[in-house]
């Protein structure tokens, strides 16, 4: 009999780090901590890894660092290059030539501006130096 190594207990807890996480950026009220979510995900990757880890030192009595990196990116490079691969073919096709101002430009910038003022900035996203780490 052969042991699934799916785990759906932990395929849940990742669906709700990533609705979290969308519903937060999505401004939904009453998802004001979407910071929770990529705790979640985070904590979940590193269970993941650490049972790799494990395996591996029961399986050589050691760790190669440089094998076990490069496993996980033959798993994880081929859909990340092949996201930005999409993305730059949907922003060639959607947003007009010569930086012209669309919907979809301030949209991308609001996105882009909303994660670096939340870090650094108030819930108004202004920087004050009382705020300063």
Not at 61 to 90: D, E, G, K
Not at 105 to 117: I, N, P, T, V, Y
Request: aromatic share 10%.
């Amino acid at each position: 009999m052969k042991i699934s190594a799916f785990r759906a207990d932990i395929e849940g807890l990742r669906a709700i780090s990533i609705t979290a996480v969308v519903f937060y950026h999505a401004r939904l009220s009453g998802f004001s901590g979407g910071f929770v979510g990529v705790d979640i995900f985070f904590v979940i990757s590193g269970f993941l890894i650490t049972g790799l880890l494990l395996k591996e030192i029961e399986r050589n009595q050691s760790i190669n660092l440089l094998a076990f990196w490069a496993r996980r990116a033959r798993r994880l490079l081929p859909n990340a290059l092949l996201t930005l691969t999409a993305t730059l073919i949907v922003v060639a096709l959607l947003l007009p030539e010569g930086g012209g101002h669309s919907a979809i430009d301030h949209r991308a910038a609001e996105f882009g501006s909303d994660f670096l003022m939340d870090r650094i900035g108030g819930k108004d996203g202004r920087y004050d130096d009382e705020q300063a780490p």
